[in-house]
């Protein structure tokens, strides 16, 4: 329980009444809220590296990239046909190979993750 | 003077020579006219015609030092000794002291002559020297007689003569000196002791031309002997000591003598000497007596007798390291005892803080001990290091995993919580909780129980600084490494950027000019860095009107700083100061979001059922219930039977309700520990640590083709050190498993070797 004991508070709340509005019986002051953000994905492996595209690519993780804020510069990448896959594992794959590996459709950047 | 080469007549000129010569060498004036008169003989009688007369003279000068010493060991030196029967001390007669006075004038002389015959040297000796190369490859015969330059020719006479015939004697009276020295005896003034060193060190000078194995003479003459009479000498004293004194006295007399011996050494003998003469003390008195001085070494290091402790180690750091090995040992179980004693009583609620705590101070006990007493030795060290490892990482049950780890990871979250501890203790505790974690095997429960605390701190804003909470991670970054810290600094980073888009987030509602009505803070994780379950796995819940609008807002600003992302509201982990306004004060109460909803409910209705309720929110019945219980416990709602919910349970407002205090929080259920938070925890490394295992072993293979059993279970070991000690039995399975998909396969001509399939 927190131990402070607020005793201005009756004093603001009599002054909110003198506003006339009806009084709710429950008012939401504050709400801490926690979300958790994901790719927004069909799936969550990269089918160039297998590894989940929430983690850095294998390429990345084994370069051990120390950026100090640990922010994530491996993002992810969505093509036309909405399939999708870490931006540094297709990089490299449409350099042999201009089409998705998994439709063989011709790959074309839809939107990247930021 | 002409300096051409002439006649000369040798007999003239050599009988002035040999004038000035005994003149030079009983160290008589010789004015410099006639010094360089025959200076210039030599040369006429080396250059001399019709054929030089160096040979002859050479000849001539030999005969005359040989007749000068062997005149000199009859009339200065042996005169007495046959008188005495050898008895040097009867008498006034003194054969070192003579020995010593004919050498120093002789080699005094000699050195003169030397130089008088520089000529001789210079042009005809040096000329028929063999050079070192055609010694080494012995294309001369070593039995060639070979000129030596007057100098080298005067000491090999004199080792010839004198030392030859004297030097039995001269040894046992150098021998008698040192042992009357050793005793104490008065008689051994420093005027007394020079003669003695000066008779030593003429074996040694009297070789000293020699280019290889100059110090033959004295090693076989004196050294040996001295040695044998000197490890007599030490065995004598050894069995006296050993009679009469405590392990403890035996070791400050044997500094003592060491003491004593070392000057000695330095006093008498040549300083090559020193060493070997050390080295037969050592033997004498440590090596022989190994067994009485090891007799008290456990009670020394139990009593912790720093005084004899550090005796023992000067006396043995010299000996080779196993035989110090009892006293390393002793002192390694010492340690290990006393640390499984102290972390064997710990009892209560804060066993993590009595567990570090207590272990730290047998650590640093024993590591000032190890300074103080061992000069920092690292065979004490890392005796230090083991003891800790092995109580550390011991398992009082073996069933039941080692706890360390956990407690180690529940010492430092009771450090990072808010607490009225100031930053800079926190720190220095911090750091020293580093030296236990190191000795930690389990590193991956560690990381898993951090991980584990450090989200419920920064979800619930509960880190007493986040300055120290990164200081942390940084340390266990050193300690482990990138990888093993990699989830806590994306944890961190997230908790910092959501406090930045929260300011952004105000600023776009700002602008906007929306008003949501509530102060609200939203804190965004990302996926796969927190240990928080599947994220799918928590209940769903019908949101709440009040909390729609500003949830559509937030994803809204939230798409427009990121792309490609979605957002999932972890409901559980949300809380919320609610206002109460139908009582008779003002209340404001801090619940979580399900607590929040089933109350806001109640604005429609006085009374709900169990049903009701439960239908509205779409909770599953096992978390509505924790919830409801929650409310009833702190009394703002009613229940119409006091024991089990059912569907019908009809569930009130408690309008009477009434606190003490006007803000308050209802504690959310379990946010502690629970036994299957733990074990689940337990099972979670288990798994962890076959998919690493097996990682491991395929980059192995891949990178080495081909592997036998043995070299890929070290391999595997050494690289999974970092993180776990992984059981012989585990790398096996996964070694089975891994052929089993086909990963690798057994070569096919032997049993027990690998090969990588690609």
Not at chain 1, 54 to 82: F, I, P
Not at chain 2, 533 to 541: F, K, R, S, V, Y
Not at chain 2, 722 to 750: A, G, H
Request: charged content about 25%.
């Amino acid at each position: 329980m927190d131990t402070d004991n607020d005793n201005s508070l009756d004093r603001t709340d009599d002054f909110d009444n003198g506003d006339g509005k009806p009084e709710k019986m429950f008012t939401l002051k504050k709400w801490n809220a926690v979300a958790m953000w994901s790719w927004d994905v069909e799936c969550d492996v990269c089918a160039i590296c297998r590894v989940q595209v929430m983690d850095a690519c294998l390429r990345c993780q084994s370069d051990n990239k120390r950026d100090v804020l640990g922010k994530q510069d491996c993002v992810v990448v969505w093509g036309e046909c909405n399939h999708s896959f870490h931006f540094c594992c297709m990089s490299l794959w449409v350099k042999q190979n201009n089409r998705c590996p998994l439709c063989q459709q011709e790959w074309c950047v839809q939107r990247m993750g930021k | 003077m002409s300096l051409g080469p002439k006649e000369v007549n040798f007999n003239e000129v050599w009988g002035n020579i040999r004038e000035t010569a005994k003149a030079v060498i009983t160290l008589e004036n010789v004015n410099r006219e006639v010094w360089s008169n025959r200076f210039s003989d030599v040369y006429q009688l080396c250059v001399a015609l019709p054929e030089p007369l160096a040979d002859k003279l050479y000849f001539e000068t030999k005969q005359f030092l040989e007749n000068h010493v062997k005149n000199m060991l009859l009339s200065r030196v042996q005169f007495d000794s046959s008188k005495y029967n050898g008895e040097p001390h009867q008498g006034n007669f003194d054969l070192l002291q003579a020995y010593y006075d004919a050498w120093t004038e002789y080699s005094k002389g000699i050195g003169y002559i030397n130089t008088l015959y520089s000529y001789l040297n210079q042009q005809h000796i040096k000329k028929q020297k063999i050079s070192d190369t055609e010694f080494v490859y012995g294309s001369q015969s070593p039995n060639h007689q070979e000129q030596m330059e007057i100098g080298e020719l005067g000491l090999d006479i004199w080792r010839t003569y004198m030392i030859q015939s004297l030097g039995d004697k001269l040894v046992k009276q150098i021998l008698d000196g040192i042992k009357a020295d050793r005793h104490g005896d008065p008689s051994i003034t420093t005027q007394r002791a020079q003669v003695i060193h000066g008779v030593i060190h003429s074996f040694v000078q009297v070789q000293d031309y020699k280019q290889r194995s100059s110090l033959k003479l004295y090693q076989e003459l004196f050294e040996i002997p001295m040695i044998i009479a000197s490890g007599e000498h030490y065995r004598n004293e050894a069995s006296k000591l050993f009679q009469t004194c405590t392990v403890s006295q035996f070791m400050e007399a044997i500094i003592v003598l060491q003491e004593e011996e070392n000057r000695r050494a330095q006093r008498f003998l040549h300083s090559t000497s020193a060493v070997k003469l050390r080295k037969e003390c050592e033997e004498a008195f440590v090596n022989e007596k190994l067994d009485f001085l090891y007799s008290e070494c456990k009670d020394m290091v139990s009593q912790e007798k720093k005084k004899d402790l550090r005796n023992m180690y000067i006396i043995l750091k010299p000996i080779p390291d196993n035989l110090k090995n009892i006293l390393i040992q002793t002192f390694l179980d010492h340690i290990k005892n006393e640390g499984i004693e102290t972390i064997s009583i710990l009892k209560g609620d804060n066993i993590h803080i009595q567990f570090v705590e207590n272990m730290l101070k047998v650590h640093s006990k024993y590591h000032d001990l190890i300074v103080d007493v061992f000069e920092n030795d690292p065979l004490f060290l890392s005796a230090l290091d083991k003891a800790c490892s092995s109580v550390i990482n011991k398992r009082i049950n073996e069933k039941q995993p080692c706890r360390s780890a956990e407690l180690v990871a529940k010492y430092c979250d009771s450090l990072l919580k808010k607490a009225k501890t100031t930053e800079t203790e926190i720190d220095s505790k911090l750091t020293a909780s580093i030296i236990i974690f190191r000795y930690i095997e389990d590193k991956d429960i560690f990381q898993k129980f951090y991980s584990r605390m450090l989200a419920k701190r920064l979800i619930h804003e509960q880190s007493q600084s986040m300055d120290s909470e990164e200081a942390m991670i940084n340390k266990l970054k050193q300690a482990c490494g990138y990888e093993f810290t990699n989830k806590l600094h994306r944890m961190f980073t997230d908790i910092s950027i959501s406090v930045d888009q929260n300011n952004k987030f105000n600023n776009f509602l700002k602008d906007n000019d929306i008003d949501l009505g509530i102060n609200i803070s939203i804190k965004v994780l990302q996926a796969g860095a927190w240990p928080l379950g599947q994220a799918q796995n928590t209940p769903p819940l019908s949101i709440p009107a009040e909390f729609e609008k500003s949830i559509s807002k937030f994803e809204t600003f939230y798409h427009t700083s990121f792309s490609g992302r979605k957002l999932f509201w972890l409901h559980h982990l949300c809380n919320g100061e609610l206002k109460l306004s139908y009582l008779k004060r003002i209340y404001l109460v801090t619940l979580q979001t399900f607590q929040m909803t089933i109350l806001l409910l109640f604005e429609a209705a006085e009374k709900f059922t169990c049903k009701e309720l439960q239908d509205n929110l779409q909770l599953s019945s096992d978390s509505f219930h924790k919830h409801v219980q929650s409310l009833i416990e702190s009394k703002i709602l009613l229940s119409s039977s006091s024991e089990n919910f059912s569907d019908e349970t009809v569930i009130t407002l408690n309008m009477e309700y009434s606190n003490k205090r006007t803000k308050f929080r209802i504690t959310a259920i379990s946010q502690k520990e629970t036994p299957q938070e733990v074990e689940h925890t337990m099972t979670a490394v288990d798994e962890d640590r076959k998919l690493y295992l097996q990682a491991a072993i395929v980059r192995i293979l891949k990178s080495r083709k081909v592997l036998k059993h043995n070299a890929l279970i070290q391999e595997i070991l050494s690289q999974s050190k970092v993180m776990f000690t992984p059981s012989i039995s585990m790398i096996k399975k996964c070694i089975e498993s891994l052929i089993d998909k086909q990963y690798i396969e057994r070569t096919p001509n032997s049993g027990d070797e690998y090969s990588y399939v690609a």
